[in-house]
Each structure stands twice: as structure tokens, then as C-alpha cells.
């Protein structure tokens, strides 16, 4: 059985920095690209950063570039998600997710996911 499994979320001031962290079990960073989305009150869910299975290489949503930074431990099976500089438009339920086809064209898009954990709330107060 897969499971993701997020922790790290929570309240923190603008400018300020959290971590999150996805445990990952069932299956290995080796065969699962690993993305995070966030979902804000009345939006829909948008891509924030991938990892892919091969070569780990990395990808961003423009507004989170050189701001956030996503990376991978083989070893602990987990995938981190550091935020610095964090804005209120950060504040959103953060999920990692699993995609076990890695095609980077639809790296972006929740819907090629097959995998999600439960969500980890941000919150960023001004």
C-alpha cells in the first residue's frame, strides 16, 4: 500500500520560512516523481514544485522561484519542500503527491498523480 504522508505545516509571519516534509512508503523515490500542490480557500489545486524519479531533476511554479526549494533523501524515502521568503499568498493546504509515469509535459497537472497524502496546512500572516 502506498502512502504519503506530509508534516510541517503551520503558522508562521510574512518573510518567514517552514518546511514540509512527505513520507513516503509503498513504493521508492527511484520509481516515483514527486510533485507538491497547494489548494487555497475557493481556488483550485496548483502546481508549487516536482522533483522526477530520473536524474531529480527539479521544476517550479514561477511565483515560487528562488523562494522555495524541493529535494529528496533516497535513503529516508522522504521529499522536503523548504519555503523561505514566504507571502500570504502561500496560505493553502499543501499535498505531495506520486506519479509513477514521469512524462514531464504533464508534470505540472494534479490529475496525472496517483498518489496524495493527506494535506499540511500553511498559513502566512501579515
Known amino acids: 500500500q502506498v502512502q504519503l504522508v506530509e508534516s510541517g505545516g503551520g503558522l508562521v509571519q510574512t518573510g518567514g520560512s517552514l518546511r514540509l516534509s512527505c513520507a513516503v512508503s509503498?513504493?521508492?523515490?527511484?520509481?516515483?516523481?514527486v510533485g507538491w500542490f497547494r489548494q487555497a480557500p475557493g481556488k483550485e489545486r496548483e502546481f508549487v514544485a516536482a522533483?522526477?524519479?530520473?536524474?531529480?531533476?527539479?521544476y517550479y511554479r514561477d511565483s515560487v522561484k528562488g523562494r522555495f526549494t524541493i529535494s529528496r533523501d533516497n535513503a529516508k524515502n522522504t521529499v522536503d519542500l523548504q519555503m523561505d521568503s514566504l507571502r500570504s499568498e502561500d496560505t493553502a493546504v499543501y499535498y505531495c503527491?506520486?506519479?509513477?509515469?514521469?512524462?514531464?509535459?504533464?508534470?505540472?497537472?494534479?490529475?496525472?498523480?496517483?498518489?496524495w497524502g493527506q494535506g499540511a496546512q500553511v498559513t502566512v500572516s501579515s
Open positions: 503527491a506520486g506519479d509513477r509515469n514521469d512524462i514531464l509535459s504533464t508534470i505540472r497537472d494534479p490529475n496525472t498523480y496517483d498518489y
Open positions: 509503498g513504493v521508492t523515490l527511484r520509481t516515483t516523481t
Open positions: 522533483i522526477r524519479r530520473n536524474g531529480g531533476h527539479t
